[in-house]
């Protein structure tokens, strides 16, 4: 397992500079003056083409992509803010922790709530549990996140009274973020669940432990549920994703100081250097969410583990 290790975060290195060749790429043909959002309308064209200089906006596009790689994958240094005159990279520190909060309970929100929902309905097929379940799917995957984090702000913090609308502090101010965020993954979630619970459910083993005797509340919890988690952990990694591409949104709509608000801002100044940088950061976050993942698998099903480490072993015996 130790060498699937090393390969996976090998693997990692191609993923996150194709990421950082896109995300440059993009910005590098976006339409848009980042000197004019800079210097305003007054600027002479003297000021302006100075300034293009200065930030190397000038050069040619493979010049910029490979002063852009060096700097962040030598240097580490994802440059300074064409706007605010900070250096990203600290401003990105200093945000991650909010953004990855809110996404790790996000992802917690979706595995108590959307495993247990996808159960219910399994074991319910076609019962009024397992269609109150599903429905609930439905609407997780239908309300769009921004609409729904403002109808609950506008019922439980304008309304209610019960919970802050806005900004960062202790963990109530995470609730109203989280719940409209995870919504969808929750029903994501759900729906998979059941149906891998439905796929083992049938299966021979299954008939022969209520054959048995064995309870149905064991046959659900300790036999079905673990031989249908690999497609649930899938779905999982990929709703972290979601969960952070989701908190550019939800950050903006709860006033949350992450990443993501981060980011929206500087697309609207076309602060090119956060941007880039805030794309970077997370494409290495959700990385390493997957590799969390694949070993998560090797935990849970212990073929794939017994796969690899015979793997390993057939080629030291072919050298």
Excluded at 37 to 61: C, M
């Amino acid at each position: 397992m130790g060498k699937y290790i090393v390969k996976r975060l090998l693997w990692m290195i191609p993923v996150v500079l194709g990421v950082a060749v896109l995300i440059f790429t993009i910005m590098y043909f976006t339409p848009g003056d980042p000197a004019k959002f800079v210097l305003g309308t007054e600027a002479t064209a003297e000021q302006l083409d100075a300034w293009r200089i200065e930030h190397g906006l000038k050069d040619p596009y493979i010049k910029q992509l490979g002063n852009f790689l060096v700097d962040t994958f030598i240097r580490f240094d994802f440059g300074e803010s064409y706007v605010f005159n900070t250096p990203v990279m600290s401003e990105l520190m200093t945000r991650l922790p909010r953004t990855l909060t809110l996404g790790l309970l996000c992802m917690l929100l979706q595995i108590i709530v959307g495993i247990p929902l996808g159960v219910t309905a399994a074991v319910h097929q076609n019962g009024a549990a397992d269609r109150i379940c599903m429905f609930i799917a439905l609407l997780g995957v239908s309300i769009p996140q921004f609409w729904l984090g403002l109808m609950l702000v506008l019922l439980f913090a304008l309304k209610l009274n019960l919970l802050p609308a806005y900004g960062i502090g202790g963990i109530q101010y995470y609730i109203l973020p989280c719940i409209a965020n995870a919504f969808g993954g929750i029903a994501s979630q759900a729906r998979q669940t059941r149906s891998s619970m439905l796929e083992v459910i049938r299966s021979d083993y299954v008939t022969t432990a209520r054959a048995k005797g064995v309870s149905e509340r064991n046959i659900i919890w300790k036999h079905v549920l673990p031989n249908a988690l690999i497609p649930v952990i899938t779905v999982l990694g990929n709703g972290f994703a979601m969960m952070l591409g989701g908190a550019v949104v939800i950050e903006a709509v709860f006033s949350i100081p992450g990443i993501g608000s981060y980011m929206t801002s500087a697309i609207a100044n076309r602060d090119y250097p956060i941007v880039r940088g805030s794309v970077v950061l997370l494409a290495i976050a959700f990385s390493l969410v997957m590799l969390i993942v694949d070993l998560v698998y090797a935990y849970v099903d212990p073929r794939i583990k017994a796969q690899y480490e015979n793997t390993g072993k057939r080629r030291r015996r072919e050298a």
